[in-house]
């Protein structure tokens, strides 16, 4: 579909080339619906913000609907979508291996409530 520049920076253009890279088309693959090279589409992302905007924001808006997606999978219980989510979104925590570094927090924890239990009887014991 080759056409000239003024048409692909019009609303119509930037539309048509926000909605491919939304329908996750990569950048070659625009690039040869626009009928333009590779590198031509790297230039012209250079050249106008509105492109380059375009070929980014298509991509944001996929990206949240598929974390949409999981995450309404992860609160209906889907075992896989709540391990895939929480290794992405918190995986200093939930990375692989990660069950065993909770588990040392975890005792840590319950040292110190056993230590605090322990004081309050021995403080109770003084009073009383």
Known sequence: MKRDIGFWVSENGICLIEGWTRNGLSEYAISRKMGISVKRIKELKDEYKAIAKALERGREV????????????????????CTFWLKN???GVWKDGGSRKLKIEVSKIDEEIEELLDEASEERKMEG
């Open 62 to 81: 996929v990206d949240l609907q598929v974390e949409d997606a999981l995450l309404k999978k992860a609160l209906t219980g889907d075992f896989r979508a």
């Open 89 to 91: 979104r918190v995986g």
